[in-house]
């Protein structure tokens, strides 16, 4: 009588038990149901929310990255296929380069922050008479859709004291979108700088030109649009000059429909005045910018600067070297040659 009883009290808790594991499964996969919905609403705008995204460009096609001319696409490779959403808006990311001992190091850093964020095109726009080889493998290696362009400065502009640098670079990027892109957004993004995903979360639904704060620059420590009530009414900023957009090349993302619709717009080989003049020639008014980050109260970019490293001087080849792994790792190190491994 009692091992019957005991019998039916382990039998009543087990399906007790049972029971309670699978309401707790099903409650937990709603909560990650409710909390996915949120975080993707989270991820725009609130405007952005009423209005259907366009459609999103063809995916590159696929194939290693190779050198290419002047002022000509170099490459393309398939991302990976999760980090590519039907009906988002891509984001065309223009990145100037050049080389010399940091180069691989800041190209990771950006790469690996483009990672968490989904419809990237990445631009590499190399100043180069050669492509480094160890940036053509970094981006080989990447999941990230790349583009592989190498651009040198006009021989003109390498004679002058104070060089454009990066002009070309962001020239060919902006080339190569009005070939091949249809819609979404593009930006610049320097390779030593600092970015939070946020920002490109919310540039993603950028109409024509939107604007944000970049920290670190200048003595005052930021260069940002002025905001009043949801309206861009000035711009603070260490070195205003007689610019009409006292803006910094990595605090505006531009609509890509908005640039094919104006096929002059370029940007100056002049010192200083480069977002000043792609500005101008884009036509945008100061009443038609959207301030993005919470009404430029946020800054979500900073101006970091890498400290400059001098060139790594040869392996000591001795018998405890020849054939250990400094083999390899030799041939990764800056030599100051500007091709790299």
């Not at 160890?134 to 390498?158: G, H």
Request: net charge positive; charged share 20%.
């Amino acid at each position: 009588m009692v091992r019957a009883v005991n019998l039916r009290v382990v039998v009543t808790w087990s399906v007790a038990a049972t029971l309670l594991v699978l309401v707790g499964l099903a409650m937990r996969h709603n909560n990650n149901q409710v909390e996915g919905n949120f975080l993707r609403t989270a991820a725009r705008p609130l405007d952005a929310l009423q209005r259907v995204p366009p459609e999103p460009l063809a995916e590159p096609r696929q194939q290693d990255v190779v050198e290419g001319n002047n002022n000509r696409v170099g490459s393309g490779k398939r991302c990976d296929s999760e980090k590519w959403v039907e009906g988002l808006p891509p984001l065309y990311i223009i990145t100037p380069t050049y080389p010399r001992a940091e180069q691989v190091p800041e190209l990771t850093r950006t790469g690996q922050t483009l990672m968490h964020v989904n419809n990237v095109v990445w631009i590499v726009s190399e100043d180069a008479a050669v492509a480094t080889k160890a940036v053509v493998q970094y981006l080989n290696e990447s999941i990230l859709n790349t583009i592989y362009l190498r651009v040198q400065m006009p021989v003109k502009y390498k004679k002058v004291k104070n060089k454009p640098r990066g002009v070309a670079n962001r020239m060919a990027g902006l080339n190569w979108i009005r070939e091949h892109a249809k819609d979404g957004v593009l930006y610049f993004a320097d390779d030593d700088n600092t970015y939070d995903i946020r920002i490109f979360q919310q540039m993603r639904w950028t109409r024509k030109v939107s604007m944000f704060p970049v920290g670190l620059v200048t003595k005052l420590g930021v260069s940002t649009p002025i905001v009043k009530e949801g309206k861009v009414v000035g711009f603070y900023d260490g070195w205003i000059a007689k610019r009409k957009f006292p803006v910094d090349m990595a605090g505006f993302a531009v609509n890509v429909q908005y640039l094919l619709e104006r096929p002059l717009a370029s940007m100056p080989y002049k010192v200083g005045y480069e977002e000043d003049g792609f500005m101008k020639s884009l036509g945008i008014k100061a009443s038609e910018i959207e301030p993005l980050a919470f009404n430029c109260t946020k800054i979500w970019v900073w101006h970091t600067q890498t400290k400059k490293n001098e060139p790594a001087i040869p392996v000591n080849r001795t018998r405890a070297t020849f054939g250990s792994n400094l083999d390899i790792i030799s041939e990764q190190l800056w030599r100051g040659t500007g091709t790299n491994s």
